[in-house]
């Protein structure tokens, strides 16, 4: 868009040509000009600030999202500690990570797999620190390829030393090391 910058450029871009009429004054025109750049310099800037409160919003939003799904899982009688354990076994090309925390009455966890069939049946087990294999959980997998299961057991986070995702057959599919805590 080209920039009028004085009076005749005006008449020259909008055609005006009126015979005989006595000319506007160059200060009526000059100070149409100036509103019409006022207005353009307007619009323009509350097209930025809209951009800007947009953006705000939406990163306030994934910030107060993320703080009530992290909260979402704990208890308030039991110590806020997390834990996040992963594993892969390259001959059944499984891997799974498991985010566990105390309860009051032991460990929960939320169990994440991918690499096993649709359909699948499987087995979740924890090895003790005193070296007991607990079984805690069993689902059969459905979805995508990667999949989450809650699962609940009486053994205190404090005992686990790893967990065992076992197949059809109580064949083990992985085992993934429990973080040391």
Known sequence: MTELTDCGDLRRA???????????????LDSLLRQVAARRRARRWRGIAAAAAAAIIAVGGGIVGGALISNAHSSPSVSQAAYLARGSDQAT??????????????????????????????????????GQHVWVGAWTVKGGQSNWYTVWSATPVSSVRNFDISGPGGHRLVTIPADSH
Request: aromatic share 10%; hydrophobic share 40%.
């Open 14 to 28: 909008l055609g005006v040509y009126v015979v005989g009429a006595e000319e506007a004054p160059a200060e009526l």
């Open 93 to 130: 090309h499984v891997a799974a990570a498991v985010y566990y925390h105390p309860v009051t009455s032991g460990t929960e966890m939320q169990v994440q797999v991918t690499g096993i069939q649709n359909g699948t049946r499987c087995g979740f087990w924890l090895t003790t620190t005193s």
